[in-house]
């Protein structure tokens, strides 16, 4: 599967951003997908995951209540709503898949997309 992310930007600290997740290839529909972000200097960081069906996500406390994965299986696509942002939010932000949900939210998914900046200006 190949992954495609978009929809960074620079946004005031308090506004939203949406990004954005393409996939292609068959049975993507049947892979977890999580967004994970990386600051300069820093690890990199899991931000959220959602299961093949969509019916569980996870988050970390960093972003929970401000972020909200969802997944729209016709257009092959996952997004991170993200409100109420921050500068500790600047990084470059990540998707990934697995046909395993715990290897999502360990990081240690098999697929990765190439990264999408997101600056939050203070």
């Known amino acids: 599967v190949q992954l495609q992310a978009s929809g960074g930007g620079l946004v005031q600290a308090g506004g939203s951003l949406r990004l954005s997740c393409a996939a292609s290839?068959?049975?993507?529909?049947?892979?977890?997908v999580g967004w994970f972000r990386q600051a300069p200097g820093k690890e990199r960081e899991f931000v959220a995951a959602?299961?093949?069906?969509?019916?569980?996500?996870y988050y970390p406390d960093s972003v929970k209540g401000r972020f909200t994965i969802s997944r729209d299986t016709a257009k092959n696509t996952v997004y991170l709503q993200m409100n109420a942002m921050k500068p500790e939010d600047t990084a470059v932000y990540y998707c990934?898949?697995?046909?395993?949900?715990?290897?999502?939210?360990?990081?240690?998914?098999?697929?990765w997309g190439q990264g999408t900046q997101v600056t939050v200006s203070s």
């Open positions: 990934a898949a697995d046909g395993r949900i715990d290897a999502v939210v360990t990081s240690t998914p098999g697929y």
């Open positions: 290839g068959r049975s993507f529909s049947r892979y977890a």
């Open positions: 959602i299961s093949w069906s969509g019916a569980s996500t």
